[in-house]
């Protein structure tokens, strides 16, 4: 790990102007292990636990989760197992229960790749260095992304609970230099395209402070489900977050995103748009899923992944519906 200066801080005012090397440290979860591998190399860690941005509540609007609440207390919090269960089968389903109690909320939608490529400083990569060279694409690419690829980079996302909150249709707010603005999820993560480099809409200096999910429908269900090699602490081969709302046994809105195959969360509106109005069986889901793999590439490992996003669609929309 390289030397830098440890900066503590209480106020958002004591932020300040600082240096585009500097990052920002939560539970450090992921920043700590990247920094140790010389990955991420900041010349300043800015100590952000003690800024007023936890708390978990819902109102009129919906739900609203502070950055710096942990995953395990927003997967316990009785308004998230309630009314957004996607939320907490997400969070539970990520990492490991010590983790949990450490990593933030900000932290985990922000969190990096696990390409074996890009976390090997003796390997090209054009997300760590931009120009220098993609070898996932012909080399170990199993566990990486078939959909919003590139061909400088098919580094898959790795959060499970942008996912589900992608599905809710959830808006992140950011604080930078003297501005606040607010996101939709599904706009704050970029494509790969040229700049891998670029993962998502933050500025310089912007940290994202709340988290805020909109109440689904009366009467809609959600659910997250996960494909992984095994039960404990293994990222998502394939996974699918969805909101199913129903008018008898006919399906008046559906939606659904997937994980552990997009090089960022990915929606599917048009899996949703099949299914609505649609009775809720067998044939209509397989029909509505097999339209998940438009646009989908295949590579030489992870070719698999277009059968097993579908399955795992037809799975989760079949458990709400209670097919299964």
Request: hydrophobic content about 40%; charged content about 20%.
């Amino acid at each position: 790990m390289r030397p830098f200066r440890f900066t503590a801080v209480t106020s958002f005012e004591q932020l300040g102007q600082r240096s585009p090397q500097s990052s920002y440290l939560a539970g450090g979860t992921t920043l700590v292990d990247l920094m140790k591998l010389e990955v991420m190399t900041p010349d300043e860690l800015i100590a952000i636990d003690q800024l007023p941005l936890r708390g978990v509540g819902e109102d009129a609007d919906g739900l609203r989760i502070g950055a710096l609440e942990t995953m395990s207390a927003v997967a316990a919090h009785p308004a998230v197992v309630s009314g957004y269960e996607a939320i907490s089968q997400a969070l539970l389903q990520s990492a490991s229960p010590q983790l949990r109690n450490m990593a933030t909320i900000g932290g985990n939608l922000l969190q990096r790749t696990r390409c074996s490529y890009f976390r090997d400083t003796n390997s090209a990569c054009n997300k760590r260095v931009p120009r220098s060279g993609c070898p996932a694409i012909n080399g170990e690419n199993r566990m990486l992304a078939i959909l919003g690829t590139s061909s400088s980079c098919i580094a898959t996302n790795p959060s499970d609970l942008a996912v589900a909150l992608v599905a809710l249709d959830a808006r992140v707010h950011l604080r930078g230099q003297g501005r606040t603005r607010t996101v939709a999820l599904r706009d704050f993560y970029l494509e790969p395209g040229d700049r891998p480099d670029r993962e998502n809409v933050l500025e310089p200096g912007e940290l994202i402070t709340e988290v805020t999910v909109p109440r689904p429908p009366v009467g809609a269900k959600t659910g997250y489900v996960k494909v992984r090699d095994r039960a404990s602490y293994e990222f998502a081969l394939t996974s699918a977050a969805v909101v199913l709302s129903m008018d008898g046994d006919r399906v008046r809105k559906a939606e659904v995103a997937v994980g552990g195959v997009g090089t960022r969360p990915w929606l599917l509106p048009n899996v949703g748009a099949a299914l609505n109005g649609r009775t809720l069986d067998r044939p209509s889901l397989e029909a509505a899923a097999a339209l998940a793999a438009n646009g989908a590439k295949r590579y030489s490992d992870n070719g698999f992944k277009v059968e097993l996003m579908q399955r795992t669609v037809i799975r989760a929309f079949s458990q709400l519906g209670g097919l299964v």
